[in-house]
Protein backbone atom coordinates (compact mmCIF):
# COMPACT_ATOMS: atom_id res chain seq x y z
CA UNK A 1 0.00 0.00 0.00
CA UNK A 2 1.28 3.52 -0.69
CA UNK A 3 1.89 5.96 1.78
CA UNK A 4 0.06 8.31 0.65
CA UNK A 5 -3.90 6.70 0.39
CA UNK A 6 -6.72 8.66 2.02
CA UNK A 7 -8.43 8.03 4.75
CA UNK A 8 -12.30 7.43 4.59
CA UNK A 9 -14.18 6.73 7.40
CA UNK A 10 -17.38 6.31 5.57
CA UNK A 11 -15.97 3.60 3.61
CA UNK A 12 -14.53 1.95 6.46
CA UNK A 13 -18.08 1.68 8.47
CA UNK A 14 -19.43 0.27 4.25
CA UNK A 15 -16.69 -2.33 4.38
CA UNK A 16 -17.68 -3.52 7.63
CA UNK A 17 -20.95 -4.33 6.80
CA UNK A 18 -19.88 -5.20 3.02
CA UNK A 19 -20.54 -8.98 3.51
CA UNK A 20 -24.46 -8.27 4.15
CA UNK A 21 -24.74 -5.39 1.63
CA UNK A 22 -22.60 -7.14 -1.16
CA UNK A 23 -23.84 -10.45 -0.93
CA UNK A 24 -27.22 -10.53 -2.15
CA UNK A 25 -28.13 -12.97 0.35
CA UNK A 26 -31.24 -12.48 3.00
CA UNK A 27 -30.35 -10.22 5.48
CA UNK A 28 -31.01 -9.02 8.95
CA UNK A 29 -33.46 -6.73 10.23
CA UNK A 30 -31.97 -3.27 9.81
CA UNK A 31 -30.19 -2.11 12.46
CA UNK A 32 -28.21 -5.68 12.89
CA UNK A 33 -25.29 -4.52 10.80
CA UNK A 34 -22.15 -5.53 13.22
CA UNK A 35 -18.37 -4.90 12.27
CA UNK A 36 -15.81 -6.87 13.72
CA UNK A 37 -15.80 -6.42 17.91
CA UNK A 38 -18.39 -3.84 18.00
CA UNK A 39 -21.79 -3.70 19.12
CA UNK A 40 -24.68 -3.29 16.36
CA UNK A 41 -25.30 0.02 14.58
CA UNK A 42 -27.23 1.02 11.90
CA UNK A 43 -27.11 -0.84 8.60
CA UNK A 44 -24.89 0.81 5.99
CA UNK A 45 -25.39 1.52 2.74
CA UNK A 46 -23.61 -1.17 0.45
CA UNK A 47 -20.46 -0.68 -1.04
CA UNK A 48 -19.98 0.76 -4.66
CA UNK A 49 -19.27 -2.62 -6.70
CA UNK A 50 -16.90 -3.28 -9.31
CA UNK A 51 -18.31 -3.40 -13.17
CA UNK A 52 -15.22 -4.30 -15.34
CA UNK A 53 -15.57 -6.48 -18.17
CA UNK A 54 -13.95 -10.39 -17.17
CA UNK A 55 -14.37 -8.81 -13.28
CA UNK A 56 -16.83 -9.91 -10.48
CA UNK A 57 -18.89 -7.28 -9.03
CA UNK A 58 -16.14 -6.93 -5.95
CA UNK A 59 -16.28 -4.14 -3.57
CA UNK A 60 -14.31 -1.04 -4.88
CA UNK A 61 -12.40 0.53 -1.99
CA UNK A 62 -11.00 2.98 -4.34
CA UNK A 63 -11.22 4.36 -7.83
CA UNK A 64 -7.79 6.77 -7.90
CA UNK A 65 -5.80 3.86 -7.93
CA UNK A 66 -8.22 0.91 -8.74
CA UNK A 67 -8.79 -1.00 -5.28
CA UNK A 68 -11.76 -3.43 -5.03
CA UNK A 69 -11.80 -6.55 -2.62
CA UNK A 70 -13.40 -10.10 -2.87
CA UNK A 71 -16.49 -10.51 -0.44
CA UNK A 72 -16.26 -13.35 1.51
CA UNK A 73 -18.77 -15.08 0.11
CA UNK A 74 -16.81 -15.16 -3.19
CA UNK A 75 -14.10 -16.67 -1.55
CA UNK A 76 -15.40 -20.00 -1.58
CA UNK A 77 -13.83 -21.91 -4.17
CA UNK A 78 -11.41 -24.11 -3.78
CA UNK A 79 -9.35 -22.23 -6.56
CA UNK A 80 -9.87 -18.47 -6.67
CA UNK A 81 -11.16 -17.45 -10.44
CA UNK A 82 -9.70 -15.27 -11.95
CA UNK A 83 -12.42 -13.17 -12.23
CA UNK A 84 -12.88 -13.21 -8.23
CA UNK A 85 -9.05 -12.56 -7.50
CA UNK A 86 -9.10 -9.19 -5.72
CA UNK A 87 -7.59 -5.93 -7.62
CA UNK A 88 -4.92 -3.53 -6.21
CA UNK A 89 -3.48 -1.05 -7.95
CA UNK A 90 -1.00 1.51 -6.82
CA UNK A 91 -0.86 3.57 -10.07
CA UNK A 92 -2.43 3.80 -13.59
CA UNK A 93 -2.62 0.47 -15.59
CA UNK A 94 0.01 0.95 -18.12
CA UNK A 95 -0.79 1.01 -21.99
CA UNK A 96 0.93 -2.55 -23.24
CA UNK A 97 0.82 -3.82 -26.95
CA UNK A 98 2.38 -5.88 -28.88
CA UNK A 99 3.59 -9.59 -28.73
CA UNK A 100 3.76 -10.02 -24.81
CA UNK A 101 6.44 -12.54 -25.52
CA UNK A 102 8.83 -9.76 -26.80
CA UNK A 103 8.37 -8.51 -23.09
CA UNK A 104 12.09 -7.88 -21.75
CA UNK A 105 13.05 -8.27 -17.88
CA UNK A 106 16.17 -7.02 -16.80
CA UNK A 107 18.17 -8.37 -13.55
CA UNK A 108 21.11 -6.43 -12.39
CA UNK A 109 22.69 -4.94 -9.62
CA UNK A 110 24.99 -7.74 -7.61
CA UNK A 111 25.37 -10.27 -10.57
CA UNK A 112 28.30 -11.49 -12.75
CA UNK A 113 26.19 -11.95 -15.59
CA UNK A 114 23.45 -9.06 -15.83
CA UNK A 115 20.82 -10.20 -17.69
CA UNK A 116 17.97 -8.51 -20.39
CA UNK A 117 15.70 -11.39 -21.24
CA UNK A 118 12.25 -11.50 -23.49
CA UNK A 119 9.22 -12.96 -21.94
CA UNK A 120 9.75 -15.88 -24.99
CA UNK A 121 13.22 -16.58 -23.51
CA UNK A 122 12.43 -16.91 -19.78
CA UNK A 123 9.90 -19.55 -21.00
CA UNK A 124 12.11 -21.38 -22.80
CA UNK A 125 15.22 -21.40 -21.38
CA UNK A 126 14.00 -22.19 -17.44
CA UNK A 127 11.46 -24.79 -16.68
CA UNK A 128 8.48 -23.67 -15.86
CA UNK A 129 6.25 -24.43 -13.17
CA UNK A 130 2.52 -23.96 -12.07
CA UNK A 131 1.80 -24.03 -7.96
CA UNK A 132 -2.00 -23.11 -6.07
CA UNK A 133 -0.27 -19.74 -4.33
CA UNK A 134 -1.74 -17.31 -2.16
CA UNK A 135 -1.43 -13.63 -2.94
CA UNK A 136 -2.50 -11.34 -0.15
CA UNK A 137 -3.01 -7.36 0.07
CA UNK A 138 -0.28 -6.19 3.10
CA UNK A 139 -2.88 -3.92 4.42
CA UNK A 140 -5.85 -6.67 4.57
CA UNK A 141 -7.84 -6.49 7.49
CA UNK A 142 -7.18 -2.80 8.03
CA UNK A 143 -10.71 -1.59 8.86
CA UNK A 144 -10.10 -3.50 11.67
CA UNK A 145 -7.83 -1.16 13.74
CA UNK A 146 -9.65 1.58 16.03
CA UNK A 147 -9.10 4.15 15.71
CA UNK A 148 -8.63 3.93 11.56
CA UNK A 149 -5.80 3.26 10.78
CA UNK A 150 -4.75 5.62 7.26
CA UNK A 151 -5.31 3.23 4.14
CA UNK A 152 -8.12 1.63 1.79
CA UNK A 153 -10.05 0.41 4.22
CA UNK A 154 -9.82 -3.99 3.42
CA UNK A 155 -12.11 -6.69 5.45
CA UNK A 156 -10.69 -9.90 4.88
CA UNK A 157 -11.06 -9.67 0.93
CA UNK A 158 -7.18 -8.69 0.00
CA UNK A 159 -6.43 -11.86 -0.21
CA UNK A 160 -6.90 -14.45 -3.33
CA UNK A 161 -4.88 -18.30 -3.95
CA UNK A 162 -5.49 -18.43 -8.01
CA UNK A 163 -2.91 -21.48 -9.83
CA UNK A 164 -0.18 -19.33 -10.92
CA UNK A 165 2.45 -20.91 -13.67
CA UNK A 166 5.82 -18.95 -14.16
CA UNK A 167 9.53 -19.73 -13.82
CA UNK A 168 11.29 -19.83 -10.45
CA UNK A 169 12.87 -16.70 -9.79
CA UNK A 170 15.81 -18.69 -8.17
CA UNK A 171 16.61 -20.48 -11.68
CA UNK A 172 17.09 -16.39 -13.40
CA UNK A 173 19.12 -15.60 -10.30
CA UNK A 174 21.16 -18.53 -10.68
CA UNK A 175 21.99 -18.00 -14.41
CA UNK A 176 22.84 -14.38 -13.28
CA UNK A 177 24.91 -15.60 -10.81
CA UNK A 178 24.51 -13.77 -7.21
CA UNK A 179 27.83 -11.98 -6.00
CA UNK A 180 28.28 -12.63 -2.46
CA UNK A 181 27.37 -8.94 -1.64
CA UNK A 182 23.60 -9.57 -3.06
CA UNK A 183 21.80 -9.19 -0.10
CA UNK A 184 18.22 -7.76 -1.28
CA UNK A 185 16.11 -6.81 -4.45
CA UNK A 186 14.71 -3.90 -5.86
CA UNK A 187 11.27 -4.98 -7.86
CA UNK A 188 10.09 -2.48 -10.77
CA UNK A 189 6.97 -2.19 -12.62
CA UNK A 190 5.92 -0.36 -15.78
CA UNK A 191 2.66 1.44 -14.12
CA UNK A 192 2.49 5.05 -14.69
CA UNK A 193 2.30 7.13 -11.45
CA UNK A 194 -1.07 8.53 -10.53
CA UNK A 195 -0.16 11.88 -12.07
CA UNK A 196 0.91 9.70 -15.49
CA UNK A 197 4.60 10.18 -14.92
CA UNK A 198 6.82 7.15 -16.65
CA UNK A 199 10.12 8.38 -15.69
CA UNK A 200 9.92 7.50 -11.86
CA UNK A 201 8.24 4.12 -10.17
CA UNK A 202 5.00 4.23 -8.36
CA UNK A 203 5.76 1.55 -5.95
CA UNK A 204 9.34 -0.04 -5.35
CA UNK A 205 9.58 -2.75 -2.86
CA UNK A 206 12.48 -5.84 -2.20
CA UNK A 207 12.69 -8.62 0.14
CA UNK A 208 15.58 -10.62 1.53
CA UNK A 209 17.66 -12.67 -1.23
CA UNK A 210 16.04 -15.70 1.04
CA UNK A 211 13.02 -15.02 0.08
CA UNK A 212 14.04 -14.46 -3.30
CA UNK A 213 15.11 -17.88 -3.69
CA UNK A 214 12.96 -19.85 -2.58
CA UNK A 215 11.41 -22.02 -5.22
CA UNK A 216 7.47 -20.41 -4.91
CA UNK A 217 8.61 -17.40 -5.58
CA UNK A 218 7.85 -17.02 -9.64
CA UNK A 219 7.90 -14.35 -12.18
CA UNK A 220 4.97 -15.46 -13.43
CA UNK A 221 3.15 -15.06 -16.84
CA UNK A 222 -0.20 -17.19 -17.09
CA UNK A 223 -3.11 -16.83 -14.13
CA UNK A 224 -5.40 -20.50 -14.15
CA UNK A 225 -3.85 -21.68 -16.55
CA UNK A 226 -4.43 -18.64 -19.22
CA UNK A 227 -2.72 -15.86 -20.25
CA UNK A 228 -2.35 -12.84 -17.34
CA UNK A 229 -5.05 -10.35 -17.39
CA UNK A 230 -3.87 -6.81 -17.94
CA UNK A 231 -5.41 -5.90 -14.54
CA UNK A 232 -3.46 -8.49 -13.02
CA UNK A 233 0.20 -7.34 -14.37
CA UNK A 234 0.33 -8.69 -17.89
CA UNK A 235 2.52 -9.98 -19.76
CA UNK A 236 4.88 -10.84 -16.80
CA UNK A 237 4.40 -10.25 -12.76
CA UNK A 238 5.99 -11.46 -9.97
CA UNK A 239 4.16 -13.81 -7.33
CA UNK A 240 5.78 -13.86 -3.57
CA UNK A 241 3.60 -15.64 -2.12
CA UNK A 242 3.00 -15.41 1.92
CA UNK A 243 4.49 -12.15 1.86
CA UNK A 244 2.63 -8.43 1.35
CA UNK A 245 1.16 -8.35 -2.36
CA UNK A 246 3.06 -5.26 -3.16
CA UNK A 247 6.10 -7.43 -3.40
CA UNK A 248 4.31 -9.01 -6.61
CA UNK A 249 5.44 -6.31 -8.63
CA UNK A 250 2.94 -6.41 -11.91
CA UNK A 251 4.23 -5.70 -15.36
CA UNK A 252 7.37 -6.43 -13.77
CA UNK A 253 10.62 -5.11 -16.29
CA UNK A 254 13.23 -4.75 -13.57
CA UNK A 255 14.89 -6.54 -10.63
CA UNK A 256 17.86 -5.20 -9.09
CA UNK A 257 20.00 -7.02 -6.82
CA UNK A 258 21.10 -5.08 -3.86
CA UNK A 259 24.30 -5.06 -1.22
CA UNK A 260 22.07 -3.74 0.80
CA UNK A 261 18.49 -3.34 2.06
CA UNK A 262 16.42 -1.93 -1.11
CA UNK A 263 15.01 1.80 -0.55
CA UNK A 264 12.83 2.40 -2.59
CA UNK A 265 8.84 3.91 -2.87
CA UNK A 266 7.19 2.21 -0.35
CA UNK A 267 10.06 0.72 1.75
CA UNK A 268 10.71 3.58 4.07
CA UNK A 269 8.78 5.05 6.91
CA UNK A 270 5.48 3.80 7.92
CA UNK A 271 5.03 1.63 4.81
CA UNK A 272 4.97 -1.81 5.58
CA UNK A 273 6.27 -1.58 8.78
CA UNK A 274 4.65 -2.31 11.96
CA UNK A 275 6.00 -1.31 15.74
CA UNK A 276 8.99 -2.99 17.64
CA UNK A 277 7.58 -1.48 20.24
CA UNK A 278 3.96 -1.10 20.53
CA UNK A 279 2.39 2.08 20.43
CA UNK A 280 -0.49 4.09 21.77
CA UNK A 281 -3.35 3.33 19.43
CA UNK A 282 -3.88 7.15 17.60
CA UNK A 283 -0.45 7.91 17.92
CA UNK A 284 1.69 9.13 15.22
CA UNK A 285 4.51 6.84 16.51
CA UNK A 286 8.02 6.35 15.68
CA UNK A 287 9.49 5.65 12.20
CA UNK A 288 13.27 4.75 13.14
CA UNK A 289 11.20 2.00 15.76
CA UNK A 290 9.74 0.22 12.71
CA UNK A 291 9.94 -3.05 10.97
CA UNK A 292 9.50 -4.55 8.14
CA UNK A 293 6.47 -6.64 7.29
CA UNK A 294 7.66 -10.12 5.93
CA UNK A 295 5.27 -12.99 6.37
CA UNK A 296 1.38 -12.17 7.00
CA UNK A 297 -0.12 -12.88 10.08
CA UNK A 298 -2.35 -15.87 10.66
CA UNK A 299 -6.32 -15.19 9.03
CA UNK A 300 -9.59 -17.34 8.79
CA UNK A 301 -12.54 -16.62 6.76
CA UNK A 302 -16.12 -17.96 6.63
CA UNK A 303 -17.33 -18.35 3.07
CA UNK A 304 -20.35 -20.33 3.71
CA UNK A 305 -22.77 -19.28 4.78
CA UNK A 306 -22.51 -15.61 4.32
CA UNK A 307 -23.17 -13.03 6.91
CA UNK A 308 -26.22 -12.20 7.69
CA UNK A 309 -28.28 -15.20 6.19
CA UNK A 310 -31.39 -15.88 7.39
CA UNK A 311 -31.43 -19.97 7.98
CA UNK A 312 -34.43 -22.37 7.68
CA UNK A 313 -32.50 -25.27 9.66
CA UNK A 314 -30.08 -25.29 13.00
CA UNK A 315 -27.86 -27.37 11.43
CA UNK A 316 -24.81 -25.31 9.02
CA UNK A 317 -22.45 -26.85 7.21
CA UNK A 318 -19.37 -24.87 7.74
CA UNK A 319 -16.83 -23.62 5.20
CA UNK A 320 -14.16 -21.34 4.99
CA UNK A 321 -10.50 -20.98 4.23
CA UNK A 322 -7.54 -20.14 6.17
CA UNK A 323 -4.04 -19.37 5.78
CA UNK A 324 -1.02 -17.71 7.71
CA UNK A 325 1.98 -16.46 5.17
CA UNK A 326 5.48 -18.66 5.73
CA UNK A 327 3.71 -21.03 7.90
CA UNK A 328 0.78 -23.93 7.65
CA UNK A 329 -2.75 -24.07 9.49
CA UNK A 330 -2.40 -26.33 12.60
CA UNK A 331 -5.99 -26.09 13.66
CA UNK A 332 -9.40 -23.98 12.99
CA UNK A 333 -11.58 -23.74 16.08
CA UNK A 334 -15.43 -22.38 15.53
CA UNK A 335 -17.68 -21.12 18.31
CA UNK A 336 -21.24 -19.85 18.67
CA UNK A 337 -21.49 -18.81 21.82
CA UNK A 338 -19.08 -15.66 21.94
CA UNK A 339 -15.83 -18.09 22.91
CA UNK A 340 -17.48 -19.85 25.65
CA UNK A 341 -17.04 -23.02 24.22
CA UNK A 342 -14.38 -24.11 20.88
CA UNK A 343 -15.25 -26.93 18.85
CA UNK A 344 -12.79 -27.76 15.89
CA UNK A 345 -13.26 -27.76 12.75
CA UNK A 346 -11.40 -30.23 9.86
CA UNK A 347 -8.87 -28.81 8.39
CA UNK A 348 -7.31 -30.04 4.47
CA UNK A 349 -4.52 -30.26 3.79
CA UNK A 350 -2.60 -27.38 1.41
CA UNK A 351 -2.62 -28.41 -2.21
CA UNK A 352 1.26 -27.39 -1.65
CA UNK A 353 3.23 -24.97 -0.01
CA UNK A 354 1.52 -21.42 0.52
CA UNK A 355 -1.78 -22.15 -0.91
CA UNK A 356 -4.50 -21.25 2.03
CA UNK A 357 -6.25 -24.98 3.44
CA UNK A 358 -10.47 -25.50 3.79
CA UNK A 359 -11.96 -26.10 6.68
CA UNK A 360 -15.45 -27.22 7.41
CA UNK A 361 -17.36 -27.87 10.34
CA UNK A 362 -21.26 -29.33 11.00
CA UNK A 363 -22.72 -26.99 13.03
CA UNK A 364 -25.95 -27.92 15.09
CA UNK A 365 -27.43 -25.00 16.94
CA UNK A 366 -29.16 -25.54 20.16
CA UNK A 367 -32.77 -23.22 19.33
CA UNK A 368 -33.95 -20.59 16.40
CA UNK A 369 -32.76 -17.42 16.93
CA UNK A 370 -29.88 -14.58 16.30
CA UNK A 371 -26.01 -16.15 16.57
CA UNK A 372 -22.51 -14.96 15.55
CA UNK A 373 -20.01 -18.05 14.54
CA UNK A 374 -16.53 -17.63 14.82
CA UNK A 375 -13.84 -19.04 13.54
CA UNK A 376 -10.35 -18.78 15.25
CA UNK A 377 -7.25 -20.50 13.04
CA UNK A 378 -3.56 -21.11 14.73
CA UNK A 379 -0.38 -21.67 12.78
CA UNK A 380 2.00 -24.18 13.02
CA UNK A 381 4.16 -21.81 15.34
CA UNK A 382 1.13 -21.66 17.02
CA UNK A 383 0.05 -18.34 16.64
CA UNK A 384 -3.32 -17.79 16.81
CA UNK A 385 -5.73 -14.95 15.62
CA UNK A 386 -6.62 -12.46 18.31
CA UNK A 387 -10.31 -11.84 19.46
CA UNK A 388 -9.58 -7.82 18.21
CA UNK A 389 -6.69 -6.40 15.83
CA UNK A 390 -3.50 -5.74 17.61
CA UNK A 391 -0.58 -3.68 17.55
CA UNK A 392 -1.69 -0.77 16.21
CA UNK A 393 0.24 1.51 13.79
CA UNK A 394 -0.52 4.11 11.49
CA UNK A 395 -0.59 2.58 8.59
CA UNK A 396 -2.93 -0.38 9.65
CA UNK A 397 -0.94 -3.77 8.96
CA UNK A 398 -1.21 -6.99 10.43
CA UNK A 399 -4.76 -6.65 11.50
CA UNK A 400 -6.02 -10.31 11.79
CA UNK A 401 -9.32 -10.76 14.16
CA UNK A 402 -10.80 -13.71 14.74
CA UNK A 403 -13.59 -13.97 11.78
CA UNK A 404 -17.15 -13.88 12.71
CA UNK A 405 -20.88 -14.04 10.88
CA UNK A 406 -23.92 -13.47 11.50
CA UNK A 407 -27.21 -15.65 10.81
CA UNK A 408 -30.46 -15.74 12.04
CA UNK A 409 -32.33 -19.12 12.32
CA UNK A 410 -36.12 -18.75 12.07
CA UNK A 411 -37.47 -22.09 12.81
Known sequence: MR?????????????????IAAAGVSLLPAGMALAQGTAPAAAPKGPKLLEMEGKAKLAVLGDKPLVAETPAEMMDDAVTPTDKLFVRNNGQVPDITGDPKAWKIKIDGEVNTPLELSVGELMSRFPNVTYQLMLECGGNGRSFFTPEARGNQWTNGGAGCPQWTGIRLADVLKAAGLKSSAIYTGHYGSDPTLAGETNKPTISRGMPIAKAMDEHTLIAFKLN?????LIHGAPVRLLVPGWAGSLSTKWLNRIWIRDKEHDGPGMGGFSYRTPKTPIVPGSKGNDKDMAILESMPVRSVITFPADGTKLASRKIDLRGHAWAGDYDIKKVDISTDYGVTWKPAKVDAPPNRFAWQRFTASIDLPTAGYYEVWAKATDSKGVTQPFAAGNWNPQGYGGNPLNRIRVLVES
Open 225 to 229: GKDLP
Open 3 to 19: PSEPRNASRRNVLKGAG
